[in-house]
């Protein structure tokens, strides 16, 4: 895979499944997270999940975007808990679903979790090992 496929697959899944890790134990969840201009992804939360303490004890997180044709892109990256408004702002755009949860991007219980990536890994079934792509 290349850098546009890549983009093109976490953009089209629309969904990923995120990890956090709580003591020694790994926590996976599904998530829509917003793939910036700059390479940064961008996740709503509630600001009283546990998924923000998960995140502010071990910072290290684990997306993965998985399309109808199996193909996938595992990303790592630190992920960092903020107030944001212009990153509330891009999310408050781009998904529209938040309405139903949140009042706007002045309400408190909006959070926004800032992921730096570290890493991307990508394959196609064709493949027969996984390659390190470059954001």
Known sequence: MNKQEVIDLIKDSGYCTLATVEGTQPRVRPMSPLLTEDGQLLVALFAHLRT????QANPMVELCFVDRKMCYCRI??????????????????AVPMLRQYFGGIDDANFCVMEIAINEVEAMTPQQMQPEKIKL
């Not at 923000?52 to 995140?55: A, E, F, N, P, S």
């Open 52 to 55: 923000v303490r998960q995140v």
């Open 76 to 93: 790592s990256g630190k992920a960092k808990i903020s107030q944001d408004k212009t990153k509330k702002g891009l999310l408050w755009e």
